[in-house]
């Protein structure tokens, strides 16, 4: 075995998060920087586009759209950051139970808001699902980037 070899297993220990709590968090921390800027600029475009057709009602559904997606996806890292440090049939029921959540949350929330005048429904919608999407996909990019074991196992006691 060469040195080149040998020199990245020795480094890894500098660099690599040892335990998955670590990992899970280090990810989170990488998702919510690109959440924060996907979104972000997603609710500034979908305030700009649709405040030009339908004014301030156009503007205003936009931000409470995005608003709420973004409230959304910062839920979900939340979550992530909460169960980071517990057993993974405890972060699957965790996180099937905050999908189930956040679904319903947005359902509650979408037909509270359905009555407003003073929200244009199409902008609201549209403004939420494009925030929801790049959200999500900031997401898996963040994922993706991120140079961590994907998994992590304790070590042998004897």
């Known amino acids: 075995m060469s040195e080149t070899d040998k020199a990245p297993a020795t480094d890894r220990a ?3 998060p ?8 280090k990810l989170a921390d990488a ?20 405040a030009v057709p339908w004014g ?3 503007a205003l ?15 979900t890292l939340w979550l992530m950051r909460r169960t980071a440090a517990a057993s993974v049939q405890r972060v699957m029921v965790a996180a099937l139970g905050g999908f189930a959540g956040k679904v319903l ?8 808001l359905r009555g407003l005048t003073v929200l244009h ?7 939420m699902a494009g ?28």
């Not at 040892?18 to 968090?25: G, S």
């Not at 759209?65 to 996806?73: D, E, F, P, T």
């Not at 429904?121 to 403004?127: E, F, R, S, Y």
């Open 31 to 50: 998702m919510l920087r690109s959440v924060l800027w996907s979104s972000g600029a997603t609710i500034t475009l979908g305030i700009v586009v649709f």
């Open 105 to 112: 949350v947005l359902l509650v929330v979408m037909t509270l």
């Open 121 to 127: 429904p199409m902008a609201l919608a549209l403004t």
């Open 14 to 16: 500098n660099t690599f």
């Open 61 to 75: 559904g936009a931000l409470v759209g995005g608003a709420v997606a973004l409230g959304s996806s910062l839920a």
């Open 18 to 25: 040892e335990t998955h709590d670590a990992v899970v968090r």
């Open 131 to 158: 925030t929801i999407l790049l959200a999500t996909g900031a997401e898996v990019r963040a994922f993706a980037q991120v140079k961590v074991p994907t998994i992590i196992t304790e070590p042998e006691r004897g």
């Open 56 to 58: 301030l009602p156009g």
